[in-house]
Every structure is written in structure tokens, then in C-alpha cells.
């Protein structure tokens, strides 16, 4: 096929690359050694290179021949032949982790620079050009967090803005939403934007020692959205794990019983909205969209009613008919809640609160609480993008992968929100990639563009290849086949040429 002239840049990708190491093998999928991937387009051209991230859990693993750097889904020990007392201060050494850099999940932007991103407070700058790794930086030195999202947003003027955790930090566990430039003043070139790093708020958690997790979080043009689900973190657990001998994902457990509450923070007044939003317990990891319409909040996630995704990518349980074995014990539900932050403050209880055209509800309690109620918009679908150019404001498309009841994506789908229709591109033996969506320079639509996935065969014998289609028909523009093996990867973004480096600066 033929690429679109105005296409110029880089789609830079991440995920899990590598599994085994000496005679160790991770046991989860998503424990694997970053391995990074990149798509050039230069002139209607394609160019593909690959790198693993060159970490320092990638480097002590690659020296000892074995993993010695504990992930989330596998717990290392020091080698065996070391005396007592240095075992015995490894332990006490765990208790708080000293946390993975194996930056596996995504790519951030900060600034003219690219960050591999995970969930710990380590990040990795590289180079999106050669894929080098470069420094390590620790969020925790700027911002008392221990762990944090690898989905940050981004503001109009360039801002990032992420969230983490703080783990029983001055006897206080809690959420810290905090902002880091993209530039620092003329006269502090040397120094880093994370010195300028600055906390917006923080949400206590409901419970000391049960923090929720999460994976993302909602972004409006005046509110952040953050949802506490009932997934929650058990610290004493996590702490005790290396005695225990068990892996941290372990120490994570989905309360059924449990509420899912709703917070909302004012960007302006750095507070949250006082009034109590929640909803059933629900397990979710990645947000859509989210926007204000006449006083109200809308916002689009994809739930579960339970944890079992997690538990599909034990590499036990990925044998080689997995793709017929295992199913989901929850389908993934796109749902949409319409939450009234300006409502009668006498209206009845039991009333519905929600003044604008959906099936969403919000019904009023006797505490005066409001439980909320979503519209389900679709099912069976995963890893969501938008057009970024609409986050936070009222938006038609998102593209996605479609799962259904297995994990493994097998098409990848537009979804009009209006309209409810879905387009769809899928062939035999192909499993695509997080569909990332790029506007034309001369865009007036929000789907004027093309959307961009990395598919992998399931068949050995057929080759990968990067596909691109035209974002506003669905159609094969072209495809870009790759003559090495692609790994299964996670998140990523494009890079217009304009935001590259040359080589000289």
C-alpha cells in the first residue's frame, strides 16, 4: 500500500521482551524485561529497529545469568551461598522494596525528552531515535511517592500531570496527583524539570494499610478524576512477602464487598468535590475520556466485576492453546457515568440527579451520598485511544482492541460513542497492538488521520507487520512487514518529526 505524504515521525512502543534468563523464568507476563520497538517513517518509508531497555534490573539479571530483581509477579532471592547474616539483612532490606527499574509499560514525554515508564517510582530516559537507555530518574527523591501510574496526562501548555501512591507516609496513606514542566527557567538549564516538580493535592486513602490501585486516571478541563476500586493493596502483606516467600501480586485482592468511590478535584482550588460519588465494586485499569457538560462530570472507563485479567498472564496459564482455554471470567464493559456536581441540594432522596440524556443515574441516598449507575456504551473491548487533541473535552471516537471473553486481542475497532456503531479490522492469525490514532496536519475532524497498530501472527510462519488505516473509513492504507520475531507489546505513542531532536542538538 502507500503511506500518506504528511506521515513523518516515529511510533515508539514498549512491553515485556524477555522471559528466561539463565535457568530462571519469570512466572507473569507482564514481569518481563522491557523490550522497546520503533517504527520510523521517513519520506513514505518504514524502518524498524528493536533494543531491549538496557535497565539495571536488565543489567544485574544479564550478569548473575538469573533474575536477582524482583517484579510484581515474581519475587528473586540473593544467591543461596551467601552467609547468614547477609541473608538475614536482605530481609529486612525488603521490607520496604527496593522497587524494579524494569520499565515495561509505556512512553512518556517530558519536555523535548522520552521516559520508559512502569509502575514503580523509577523511570528511564532513552533516546527515541536509537532506543538507548539513558539516566535513571527516581520520582521519590522529588515527591514522596512510592509507586505511580505509567498513563500520565498531559495540559495544553505541556504540563505532565500523574499520580501515585505514598505508602504510610507519617503514619498516613495517600494518592498524590503532582505536575511536572516540560522546561525549566533560562537560568536553571542544568538542572531537571523534576526539581520543579510540584504536588497539586493528595486524597487520603479510605484505609491505612489497604491503598487502592490503579492504572490511569480521568483528566477535565477543570477537574481530575480519580476512582478509589475496591482492587486494593495490602501493606502488611506486601511487606512480609519476600519472608513469605511469595510474589507482591500476591498482596493484591479484589473486595467484592466493597464500594467504588468517585473523587474529583478542583485544578483550580486544588480541593476535592465534598460531596460522596460511588458506584459498585468494580475492577478497572485503563480511563477513556472524560468531560464537563452542564454541571455535570462524563466519564468513560472499561471495568471488570473482578481481577481475573491479571491472572490470565501467569505464564503458566499462556500455554500454547491458550488462545481457546482461557477465558475471562469478566468481560471487559466500556461503561459511561454521569456524575451531577451541581444538583438541588433539596432534592428528594431515591431521586435521580442526572439532568442530561443518558441511561446513567445518579440517585441521591439518605446521607446525602449520591450512587451512581453507568450506560454501557460496548463490550469486549481493550486498550483504548483517543484523537488527544479532544482528552478532557467532549469527544465522538475511541479506537480499541476487541478481546471478548479472551485476553488476547483479536481485531481492532473504532467506537462511535453517539451513534454506538463500531468499524472493525481483523484477519486470521493476527493479533494488533494498542491501536495509537494520528491527525493529519490539516485535520478538521476528529477522526481526520490515520490510526497505526503493530500486529503479531499467532501463526509462526507468517511475518508481523506494522498496519496503517485510514482512522475515518477503517480502510488498509498499507502495511509494513518485518522479517524478525515482534513481541506482544503494551502502550506507546507517535512522535511527529517536529518534537525529535536532530542528532546534532
Known amino acids: 500500500g502507500q503511506l500518506p505524504t504528511w506521515l513523518q515521525g516515529i511510533l515508539l512502543r514498549n512491553g515485556p521482551g524477555m522471559h528466561t534468563i539463565g535457568d530462571t523464568k519469570y512466572n507473569h507476563w507482564f514481569d518481563g524485561l522491557a523490550l522497546l520497538h520503533s517504527f520510523t517513517f521517513k519520506n513514505g518509508e518504514v524502518y524498524y529497529r528493536s533494543k531491549y531497555l538496557r535497565s539495571d534490573t536488565y543489567n544485574c539479571n544479564v550478569e548473575a545469568n538469573r533474575i536477582v530483581v524482583s517484579e510484581f509477579g515474581t519475587m528473586a532471592y540473593p544467591d543461596p551461598c551467601k552467609n547468614i547474616f547477609a541473608k538475614a539483612f536482605s530481609y529486612l532490606s525488603h521490607t520496604i522494596p527496593e522497587f524494579t527499574d524494569n520499565c515495561l509499560i509505556n512512553i512518556m514525554k517530558t519536555g523535548d525528552d522520552f521516559y520508559a515508564t512502569t509502575e514503580t517510582n523509577f523511570i528511564r530516559k532513552i533516546n527515541p531515535q536509537t532506543l538507548e537507555t539513558l539516566e535513571k530518574v527516581d520520582y521519590s527523591k522529588y515527591v514522596a511517592v512510592n509507586i505511580a501510574t505509567s498513563h500520565p496526562h498531559y495540559d495544553s501548555a505541556g504540563n505532565i500531570l500523574n499520580m501515585g501512591t505514598s505508602i504510610v507516609d507519617k503514619g498516613k496513606t495517600k494518592y498524590i496527583l503532582f505536575k511536572i514542566p516540560p522546561s525549566v527557567p533560562e537560568k536553571e538549564k542544568k538542572k531537571s524539570c523534576f526539581k520543579h516538580l510540584e504536588v497539586v493535592c493528595?486524597?487520603?486513602?479510605?484505609?491505612?494499610?489497604?491503598?487502592?490501585?490503579?492504572?490511569?486516571?480521568?483528566?477535565?478541563?477543570?477537574?481530575?478524576?480519580?476512582?478509589?476500586?475496591?482492587?486494593?493493596?495490602?501493606?502488611?502483606?506486601?511487606?512480609?512477602?519476600?519472608?513469605?516467600?511469595?510474589?507482591?501480586?500476591?498482596?493484591?485482592?479484589?473486595?467484592?464487598?466493597?464500594?467504588?468511590?468517585?473523587?474529583?478535584?478542583?485544578?483550580?482550588?486544588?480541593?476535592?468535590?465534598?460531596?460522596?460519588?460511588?458506584t459498585d465494586a468494580m475492577v478497572l485499569f485503563h480511563h477513556i475520556n472524560a468531560y464537563e457538560e452542564d454541571g455535570h462530570i462524563i466519564f468513560d472507563i472499561i471495568a471488570y466485576t473482578d481481577n481475573s485479567l491479571y491472572d490470565m498472564f501467569y505464564l503458566k496459564n499462556l500455554s500454547k492453546d491458550f488462545e481457546e482455554s482461557s477465558k475471562l471470567t469478566s468481560i471487559p464493559t466500556c461503561k459511561r457515568f454521569v456524575v451531577p456536581l451541581q444538583y438541588d441540594k433539596d432534592a428528594e432522596v431515591g431521586s435521580n440527579l442526572v439532568t442530561l440524556p443518558s441511561t446513567a443515574t445518579a440517585v441521591k441516598e439518605k446521607d446525602g451520598s449520591i450512587y451512581c449507575q453507568p450506560e454501557i456504551l460496548c463490550e469486549g473491548i481493550e486498550l483504548p485511544r483517543i484523537n488527544y487533541d479532544y482528552n478532557g473535552k467532549k469527544y465522538k471516537y475511541f479506537f480499541a482492541t476487541e478481546v471478548q471473553w479472551s485476553p488476547v486481542p483479536t481485531k481492532i475497532v473504532k467506537f462511535n460513542i453517539q451513534t454506538k456503531e463500531m468499524l472493525e479490522w481483523g484477519e486470521d492469525h493476527c493479533w494488533p497492538s494498542e491501536p495509537v490514532f494520528v491527525p493529519s496536519p490539516d485535520a478538521r475532524e476528529e477522526d481526520d488521520g490515520i490510526v497505526l497498530t503493530c500486529v503479531v501472527m499467532s501463526d509462526p510462519k507468517e511475518a508481523p507487520f506494522l498496519l496503517v488505516l485510514d482512522a475515518k473509513t477503517f480502510k488498509e492504507l498499507g502495511r509494513a512487514t518485518v522479517d524478525v520475531d515482534m513481541h506482544l507489546d503494551l502502550h506507546g505513542i507517535f512522535i511527529p518529526e517536529k518534537d525529535l531532536k536532530t542528532e546534532t542538538e
Open 202 to 278: 493528595s486524597i487520603p486513602s479510605r484505609s491505612l494499610l489497604h491503598p487502592s490501585y490503579y492504572h490511569s486516571f480521568g483528566i477535565t478541563e477543570n477537574y481530575i478524576v480519580f476512582i478509589e476500586q475496591p482492587l486494593k493493596l495490602d501493606i502488611v502483606k506486601m511487606a512480609t512477602a519476600y519472608i513469605r516467600g511469595v510474589n507482591w501480586a500476591s498482596c493484591l485482592a479484589c473486595h467484592k464487598e466493597d464500594k467504588t468511590w468517585f473523587h474529583f478535584v478542583d485544578k483550580k482550588t486544588k480541593k476535592e468535590v465534598s460531596t460522596k460519588f460511588f
